[in-house]
């Protein structure tokens, strides 16, 4: 007795790489070994259509689950669609952090919360990014402040901490040495 074996589909394969992948959004690149780009695409938009993942832009996709609620698909990331966002801007390894609404409200200076997500973005970053009726804004940091010099630390700095350091070492430099 032969059993035959059955040949997965792209689509199947994609779904299993899905079900399985540590992260909540993904790029095509993640299935390049699973297909060609056109055909990996072609598979990402089934599964749109059928409800197994969302798409955030162009070329960026997020996993879905149902709503027990309303019966609506929502998505299914940590975090929400903030979460999905960040690890969007991650995977496509752009240099960013929140707005500074967002910290000004972690730090308890303000009980304002944004609707939508604002991020800074040190880089050029043109996508949009929506699910429904969200949309993430890109901007540019408020000022010309390294942003390294943010994200190294382990401890969150101050805007005004950074500032006064930057005016203390460029005030040092234009005193006339004596």
């Known amino acids: 007795m032969t059993q035959k074996r059955r040949t997965r589909t792209?689509?199947?394969?994609?779904?299993?790489r899905?079900?399985?992948?540590?992260?909540?959004?993904?790029?095509?690149?993640?299935f390049a070994d699973l297909g060609e780009y056109d055909s990996v695409k072609r598979a990402l938009r089934q599964l749109i259509v059928e409800g197994e993942i969302a798409r955030l832009g162009y070329g960026i996709y997020a996993r879905v689950k149902t709503n027990g609620l309303t019966g609506r698909p929502m998505l299914a990331v940590r975090g929400g669609y903030d979460g999905a966002v960040r690890q969007?801007?991650?995977?496509?390894k752009v240099n960013w952090r929140e707005s500074d609404t967002v910290r000004q409200y972690n730090n308890g200076r303000t009980t304002q919360v944004q609707a939508n997500p604002v991020f800074e973005v040190q880089s050029r970053f043109n996508r949009k990014l929506r699910y429904r009726n969200l949309e993430a804004?890109?901007?540019k940091p408020s000022l010309r402040l390294p942003m390294r010099l943010t994200c190294r630390q382990r401890h969150s700095w101050e805007r005004t901490t950074v500032l006064s350091k930057c005016w203390q070492h460029f005030s040092m430099q234009l005193s006339p040495t004596g």
């Open 10 to 16: 792209l689509k199947d394969r994609l779904k299993t």
């Open 137 to 139: 804004r890109f901007e």
């Open 88 to 92: 969007t801007l991650s995977k496509l």
């Open 18 to 30: 899905i079900r399985r992948a540590r992260g909540d959004v993904f790029v095509p690149h993640d």
